[in-house]
């Protein structure tokens, strides 16, 4: 089964076409996967300004959807399916992946799939690897930070979710007021190289409490505090604080997971979404994860930033199981996981 995978949700115009297996079998093909970065474009503002990033998915679109056909080597009419991601992210860019795809559907007599974007990150990890469903999934990314349990396509229990900032917000601050540029995580992971992680000792908010709830905000000020006070031009410095505040994530990240793990046993822990791209993170939770006799498995690196490869696998996996949309589906700017668990909060 062939499915195109259309992610404009946030600053990435990605077009992919993946191959998946029958039934539901993991592991998949990728047969394309184009993206365009707009950081260029919203570099200077030092963060995503939403106007642009709906303009710049527009000029983009229909040149990727192009390219990503002819370097899959496939047409619109070889293709099984059509997904984009249909929620949640800023509202403008959504419409447009939203719109191309129903629009290739429609002329194309294609089923269309509406994809959460968040899980096009959680089921991201079996377009790679032979994960097996259920699994304990850690999702770390730009503006989420949660542990649940993973089932299947629209099947997930909440375990816990940030009660303030997210995890990749948390690095993208850090990176800004270190002037280490944008976007945080890859600059701050490249700071911390040769940093010394005991230097400073910064607050871990939720640290061995019960549950699996995250906080990051008193951490992002620690770090602010921290950072003003350093001497300007040392260097060390910078990495000194970069490194204590990666391991600082790294312990609570591996103390919630624990819990996590305590609370509902999985042989296999999943990490995904932007921060799971961190070297030094994914090292942390594979401690954890061997201390309880289960196994870490992450998606590549590549995929775990935004790209069209994980909208279109979760697209598949849907089409599978009869999962399909109406041409009606109307973006969802906000769209949780667990919808019981969201309303808890
Ligand atoms: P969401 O998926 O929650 O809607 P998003 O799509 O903007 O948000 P992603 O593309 O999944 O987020 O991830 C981007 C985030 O990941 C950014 O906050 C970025 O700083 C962070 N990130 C990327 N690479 C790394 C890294 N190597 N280390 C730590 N953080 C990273
Ligand atoms: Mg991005
Ligand atoms: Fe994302």
Redesign the pocket.
Known sequence: MRVMGIET????TAVSVIEAPAGTQPVGRILSNTVYSQLAEHRRFGGVVPEIAARAHLERIDGLVAQALDEAGVGLADLDGIAATGG??LIGGVMVGVMTAKALAFAHDKPFIAVN??EG?ALSVRLTEPVAFPYLLLLV????CQLLTVRGPGDFTRLGTTIDD????C??KT?KLLGLGF????A??KAAVGGDPKRFALPRPMWRKPGCDFSFSGLKTAVRQTGEKLPAGDRQAVADLCASFQRTVGDVFADRCTNALGLAPSATLVVA???A???Y?RGRLEEVAASHGATLVAPPVRL???NGAMIAWAGAERLRLGQVDTLDFRPRPRWPLDPAAANRV
């Open positions: 949700s946030c600053d990435e949640p992210g974007h968040l990150h990314s730009g503006g989420h997210a995890a990749g917000e690095f993208d990176a976007p945080g995580g890859p701050v992971e979404g932007g921060v791209a961190n070297v993170l775990c930033t935004d």
